[in-house]
T-cell receptor, first 112, second 113 residues
Framework: DGGITQSPKYLFRKEGQNVTLSCEQN?????MYWYRQDPGQGLRLIYY???????QKGDIAEGYSVSREKKESFPLTVTSAQKNPTAFYLC???????????FGEGSWLTVV | GENVEQHPSTLSVQEGDSAVIKCTYS??????FPWYKQELGKGPQLIID?????GEKKDQRIAVTLNKTAKHFSLHITETQPEDSAVYFC????????????FGTGTRLTIIP
């Protein structure tokens, strides 16, 4: 798993619901990231965290929220305010914010 | 901000031939250039990266070249094999943080047996 685990792999959400995607890493890395991937597009940064209890917005943070209460965990909540949430979501880790990024296996979110 | 363009969007090569994917970037401050391989339904895997203080880096059948003056970098895969079939992404960032890492739109590489 490359030291990072995402769950669930597939998730279906009804209109108006919030859903939370889990991301856990076991390598004691400081930095964690959430990206969104849409078909035919590159990866876009949603949120990132360089240290426990601190996180920053990325390029497309609207409609998303995160927390970093523990070093190993960085869950992403897709809120009902996210107008087009259907996508492939990728969590990633790096030793520090200037080190190479390594991705998890991703979570597919579909709105039904 | 940074803009990364990647070409071609699709590429088919005969098994055993070489494949080349090219990326251009706009921000002269960018100095870190990773390449990722993504298989269907999986997360991207870092396969090679290069920093701007070197012009070329090799790892077995994979190499990356960087031309800072022209602001472009390329991925070269030699002796291609069926397992090389995947989508490849380039990216670029300045040294002061991964939050500035900008990805290309990907190249779907198909190896024809």
């Amino acid at each position: 798993d490359g030291g990072i685990t995402q769950s669930p792999k597939y998730l279906f959400r009804k209109e108006g619901q919030n859903v939370t995607l889990s991301c856990e890493q076991n390598l004691n890395h400081d930095a964690m990231y959430w990206y969104r991937q849409d078909p035919g597009q590159g990866l876009r940064l949603i949120y990132y965290s360089q240290i426990v209890n601190d996180f920053q917005k990325g390029d497309i943070a609207e409609g998303y929220s995160v927390s970093r209460e523990k070093k190993e965990s960085f869950p992403l909540t897709v809120t009902s305010a996210q107008k087009n949430p259907t996508a492939f979501y990728l969590c990633a880790r790096s030793r520090a914010n200037t080190n190479p990024i390594y991705f998890g296996e991703g979570s597919w979110l579909t709105v039904v | 901000g940074e803009n990364v363009e990647q070409h071609p969007s699709t590429l088919s090569v005969q098994e055993g031939d070489s494949a080349v994917i090219k990326c251009t970037y706009s921000d002269s401050a960018s100095n870190y250039f990773p390449w990722y391989k993504q298989e269907l339904g999986k997360g991207p895997q870092l396969i090679i990266d290069i920093r701007s203080n070197v012009g070329e880096k090799k790892d077995q059948r994979i190499a990356v070249t960087l031309n800072k003056t022209a602001k472009h970098f390329s991925l070269h895969i030699t002796e291609t094999q069926p397992e090389d079939s995947a989508v490849y992404f380039c990216a670029a960032s300045p040294n002061f943080g991964n939050e500035k890492l900008t990805f290309g739109t990907g190249t779907r590489l198909t190896i024809i047996p």
